[in-house]
DNA sequence: ACTCATATGTGTAACTTTTACACAAAAATA
DNA sequence: TATTTTTGTGTAAAAGTTACACATATGAGT
């Protein structure tokens, strides 16, 4: 039996949320395999670092972006996946609020740019496999878990929230129905502080309520939309 | 940057059903570290052969199983999870019928057995993280997709299926109501035979009808219990 | 300052799904 | 042949989901 000889890195797939759109952060290859080629932002795990840390360290490397929300996505171990060798990556699949930083290239990254998901340019090795099954997990993911916060701003008008599912699911949200399942579901605090965005009537702020969440979760209640 | 030197597993949960209860495979392990506890079975990927053969491999080198469902579960990285160095893992989560086949040890194993799960030795590594995240995805999956079928026998009368459930769900189900639900799914066929096993009236036997569910998932219909 | 356009906020009735519940039929056993 | 055991089946109440329209609060234009 040969000597094992694989490669380890981590990918991370990043959302982003802004005004009705769905973007993914990608980098601008500098070196070759897939030289000034997109390419979702990772790279190789260190040996004394865990997988989570190694994810944030290349991303804050890359891009400059401080995760928000980050779980694992799937592993990607086909032999002949990266042109190099062996190499198998681990994706993690993450969730930030686009307002909170700057992003700058550096290191590995040519470039860094948001790019909306249903405009993704050609990518490199398997990231294409990768950000489709990131992408099915999103939009999989906000129907039973409350994540879909964490692309929202802290304080935000109903109306963001279900812009958002609106665009994740791809189909209308009955206006009404919607408001009257998520107050439902308690876990959202209505805020005394309105906010108006050109014309129409103010809205209500509201907050994710996380501790609560936790409770009822913790309580066998389901977050289910 | 020191030149990366980690090693890279596949471990594999696999579960079994027979007679009300649900079973995991494991192996007692002929070498340190860890000789003679328990373990799931798994080993060292092969430079050149995917994570799934890998996995298909050792199951068959240490345990004789030929899998029959299987999925990746997740990757395990936690640097000191390995007394030998750094070493990650990447689970699977598999479902055989235990009555196909005769179980050996060989290679790495010193015995093989299948555990209840509420009955479970001390376990090698971070097994016991494994084995309780490969429970809980089990016992949420089934209530979304069919897998449960997997482990029942081709042909099963309902009561098999109803019994299944209960134990994964850990709680009584109104009989009349499941069935109603079960049927309406449309994804069993009715077979003309009966089964009677001991005293009672004979059981009809179904079967899963996997070529009509993918067509129903083609059409958005879902699976859900 | 008045009118118009725009976005927010709210209740009820029809419909669908889920739950609760009991007894007859077919076979084995005593 | 009476008793026990397991399978097989329908209906009504309750809960949840869906469809649907108008008043309110602001900004913009005149």
Do not use: C
Not at 116 to 143: M, Q, V, Y
């Amino acid at each position: 039996m040969s000597k094992q000889s694989i490669k380890l890195t981590v990918d991370a797939v990043v959302f982003g949320y802004e005004e009705g759109e769905i973007s993914v952060l990608l980098i601008k290859r500098k070196y070759e395999p897939f030289k000034e080629k997109w390419a979702i932002p990772g790279g190789f795990v260190l040996n004394d670092e865990s997988l989570e840390e190694a994810v944030q360290r290349e991303l804050q490397e890359e891009t400059g972006v401080k995760i928000n929300y980050l779980e694992q996505l799937y592993t990607f171990g086909n032999p002949t996946r990266d042109p190099r060798g062996r190499v198998v990556s681990i994706a993690y699949f993450g969730l930030v609020r686009p307002n909170t930083f700057k992003i700058f290239a550096s290191t590995d990254a040519a470039e860094v740019a948001w790019f909306n998901i249903n405009e993704l340019p050609e990518l490199s090795f398997d990231h294409k496999d990768i950000l489709e099954l990131a992408i099915k997990r999103l939009k999989g993911k906000i129907t039973y878990e409350p994540i879909g916060f964490e692309l929202l701003d802290k304080k935000f008008p109903f109306s963001d929230l279900e812009k958002l599912y609106t665009t994740l699911l791809g189909r209308e949200i009955d206006r009404r129905n919607f408001r009257k399942k998520i107050i439902g579901l308690n876990v959202l605090d209505e805020l005394n502080e309105k906010v108006s965005k050109g014309s129409g009537r103010p809205a209500n702020l509201f907050q994710f309520n996380q501790k609560r969440y936790f409770q009822l979760k913790k309580e066998g209640i389901i977050f289910e939309i």
